[in-house]
């Protein structure tokens, strides 16, 4: 049996790896500006959470859902504290495509309505109900199609009005910043008005957090730059650096019902460990405000706002969400990055280079990364 052909591959095997440095097979030291897709937010191998990992892997793994789990309610008490949503109930699954399938589920079980409003360049998973809300007709199948979502464009209020006005609307969902996408950004403006349409409509505001969330932004969600609160919140990526994890935060309003959600991995021994691990990272390091700090350095390198870089059409981001616009006789760039300098990024198509390194990353190494980058643009 081979592989299901899923992805193209780089010729590269990653074998080890220690905070933003991997090494391949052949020994060869590369740096890791992408985190495996944002997913590693305390780099590889930290100390801290091997340690909770291996200590508890030698306890117990895995049982149901059907017994009590003390890790549960200890992640839930202190993401809500970190997070600012510490009135909100947590619900735990195994991937942002799952959190995302539970919010939509959520805002139809509270609201009694079908329909969801997702805006255009949107990704929210590849699982039945993730896909039909991600505006990419290549990957939905006929099975996916449905009437239940309607695409508008981001930043355009009247648009989201006039969809929400029909009243068959039961959650608009909206990523913090599309990433998948190139990095875009929702205007502090369009959220706030956004928020005020959906309490007006009774709509339920729905914000995937699952790539721009965990303190990438230099806050904890994207959002919160805004000064609003969402009625669900999903996340996923940077919650246990690696281990597979979700979570939908629900808002107080939301009423549980024995039967409505349910999970057979969601929330086990080894994911709250992981994810707990996390959390104590990220507050004992201060990588929420090394973010930001790290986030403007990266901003004021390539020149956001003032002398952009000379590859560059656009600079887009918020702290270490960064997409990088390439002008056309740059495309090649990033394998260059690669193969010349050793650098890892990710990338939206032949011309975006997407940054989301692990939240531990120094001055120093994105320094080093903007001095290879100056050295191939010359």
Same mark, same amino acid.
């Given at each position: 049996?081979?592989?299901?052909?899923?992805?193209?591959?780089?010729?590269?095997?990653?074998?080890?790896? /220690?905070?933003?440095?991997?090494?391949?097979?052949? %020994?060869?030291? +590369?740096?890791?500006?992408?985190?495996?897709?944002?997913?590693?937010?305390?780099?590889?191998?930290?100390? #801290?959470?091997?340690?909770?990992?291996?200590?508890?892997?030698?306890?117990? %793994?895995?049982?149901? &859902?059907? @017994?009590?789990?003390?890790?549960?309610?200890?992640?839930?008490?202190?993401?809500?504290?970190?997070?600012? +949503?510490?009135? +909100?109930?947590?619900?735990?699954?195994?991937?942002?495509?799952?959190?995302?399938? &539970?919010?939509?589920?959520?805002?139809?079980? #509270?609201?009694?309505?079908? =329909?969801?409003?997702?805006?255009?360049?949107?990704? #929210?998973?590849?699982?039945?109900?993730?896909?039909?809300?991600?505006?990419?007709?290549?990957?939905?199948?006929?099975?996916?199609?449905?009437?239940? @979502?309607?695409?508008?464009?981001?930043?355009?209020?009247?648009?989201?009005?006039?969809?929400?006005?029909?009243?068959? +609307?039961?959650?608009?969902?909206?990523?913090?910043?599309?990433?998948?996408?190139?990095?875009?950004?929702?205007?502090?403006?369009?959220?706030?008005? /956004?928020?005020?349409?959906?309490?007006?409509?009774?709509? !339920?505001?729905?914000?995937?957090?699952?790539?721009?969330?965990?303190?990438?932004?230099?806050?904890?969600?994207?959002?919160?730059?805004?000064?609003?609160?969402?009625?669900?919140?999903?996340?996923? =990526?940077? !919650?246990?650096?690696?281990?597979?994890?979700?979570?939908?935060?629900?808002?107080?309003?939301?009423?549980?019902?024995?039967?409505?959600?349910?999970?057979?991995?969601?929330?086990?021994?080894?994911?709250?460990?992981?994810?707990?691990?996390? /959390?104590?990272?990220?507050?004992?390091?201060?990588?929420?405000?090394?973010?930001?700090?790290?986030?403007?350095?990266?901003?004021?390198?390539?020149?956001?706002?003032?002398?952009?870089?000379?590859?560059?059409?656009?600079?887009?981001?918020?702290?270490? !969400?960064?997409?990088?616009?390439?002008?056309?006789?740059?495309?090649?760039?990033?394998?260059?990055?690669?193969?010349?300098?050793?650098?890892?990024?990710?990338?939206?198509?032949?011309?975006?280079?997407?940054?989301?390194?692990?939240?531990?990353?120094?001055?120093?190494?994105?320094?080093?990364?903007? &001095?290879?980058?100056?050295?191939?643009?010359?």
């Amino acid at each position: 049996m081979e592989l299901f052909k899923t992805y193209k591959l780089w010729d590269i095997e990653p074998v080890r790896g /220690l905070d933003t440095t991997l090494w391949d097979a052949e %020994g060869v030291q +590369y740096t890791d500006l992408y985190g495996g897709h944002a997913v590693i937010s305390i780099g590889h191998c930290h100390p #801290h959470y091997i340690e909770m990992l291996s200590a508890q892997l030698g306890k117990l %793994g895995f049982y149901s &859902n059907a @017994v009590q789990n003390s890790l549960q309610k200890d992640l839930a008490a202190r993401l809500g504290k970190i997070s600012g +949503y510490t009135d +909100y109930s947590l619900f735990l699954c195994n991937s942002g495509a799952e959190a995302n399938e &539970n919010a939509f589920k959520l805002a139809s079980f #509270h609201t009694g309505k079908p =329909k969801i409003l997702a805006f255009c360049k949107a990704f #929210h998973g590849r699982t039945s109900g993730a896909v039909e809300a991600t505006d990419n007709p290549a990957i939905r199948s006929a099975f996916n199609e449905s009437p239940n @979502v309607s695409f508008v464009p981001l930043n355009d209020i009247a648009a989201v009005e006039e969809q929400l006005s029909s009243g068959n +609307y039961a959650g608009v969902i909206i990523e913090g910043i599309q990433g998948v996408a190139g990095i875009y950004e929702p205007t502090d403006d369009f959220l706030r008005s /956004l928020r005020d349409l959906c309490t007006k409509y009774g709509v !339920m505001l729905i914000l995937d957090e699952i790539q721009s969330g965990y303190g990438r932004t230099g806050m904890f969600f994207a959002h919160q730059h805004a000064g609003i609160r969402a009625d669900i919140i999903t996340t996923a =990526k940077g !919650m246990a650096n690696g281990f597979p994890i979700g979570g939908v935060l629900i808002s107080p309003e939301i009423e549980a019902r024995y039967g409505m959600l349910g999970t057979t991995f969601g929330g086990n021994h080894l994911a709250c460990t992981a994810a707990l691990a996390v /959390l104590d990272v990220m507050e004992n390091e201060h990588l929420v405000e090394n973010a930001a700090k790290v986030g403007e350095y990266f901003a004021k390198a390539f020149g956001a706002g003032a002398q952009l870089d000379k590859a560059l059409k656009e600079y887009r981001g918020r702290g270490l !969400m960064i997409g990088l616009h390439l002008k056309e006789e740059y495309e090649g760039l990033r394998d260059r990055l690669l193969f010349e300098k050793h650098f890892f990024t990710g990338a939206a198509g032949a011309s975006v280079i997407r940054l989301l390194p692990s939240l531990t990353i120094s001055e120093k190494t994105a320094e080093s990364f903007v &001095n290879a980058w100056k050295e191939l643009v010359g």
